[in-house]
């Protein structure tokens, strides 16, 4: 009967209730972990996301905006977070930005709206980490525009001699 109260009740003397604090620290600690072994025991622990991985990103050097990068890659999320970070992803995809446009002038506007949007994220006093994003040179990337949009298509389309398998929108 003793053994069960240990296992059921807080192991202080007393309950409180919430609200009120504990006389010491060793009693507070004492409830807490009363409170992870009854959880445990009831199985709130059992099957979380991740249980049994290695925690990602662990021993990679010490970077203080690791959330908000994690946050905008796992949801995907564009156009958010500081300057210098939606501006080097910007930058990265730059080329395939400037391939969907079809008039010179429309690429050249892009581009020069992309350094205007560089150079004011460098003047910012706001915090965050620091701008690399470097200026794009306006006439090279147009040079290298008019060559990729004069450049034949490597792939061309493939005729299907039978057509394609429905889908169900039920698999079983």
């Not at 240990?6 to 600690?29: F, V």
């Not at 890659?73 to 300057?83: C, M, S």
């Not at 992803?89 to 395939?96: A, K």
């Not at 008019?146 to 079983?172: G, I, L």
């Amino acid at each position: 009967m003793a053994d069960e109260r240990q296992h059921d009740e807080p192991p202080q003397p007393g309950h409180q209730p919430s609200g009120t604090s504990w006389k010491t620290e060793a009693e507070r600690a004492a409830v807490v972990e009363w409170a992870i072994q009854q959880a445990m025991r009831q199985g709130a622990f059992d099957d979380l996301p991740g249980a049994g991985k290695p925690l990602p990103d662990l021993g990679t050097h010490h970077d203080p905006d690791w959330w908000i990068r994690r946050k905008i890659q796992t949801e995907k999320l564009e156009g958010l977070g500081p300057a210098a970070l939606t501006l080097r992803v910007e930058d990265r995809q730059l080329h395939d930005t400037l391939d969907a446009f079809r008039r010179e002038a429309e690429a050249r506007e892009h581009l020069e709206d992309f350094n205007r949007r560089v150079v004011e994220a460098r003047r910012q006093l706001n915090g965050g980490p620091p701008v690399v994003t470097p200026l794009r040179d306006i006439e090279a990337e147009i040079a290298a525009w008019r060559e990729r949009q004069a450049a034949p298509q490597s792939q061309p389309a493939v005729e299907r001699d039978e057509p394609a398998k429905r889908r169900r929108w039920f698999r079983r």
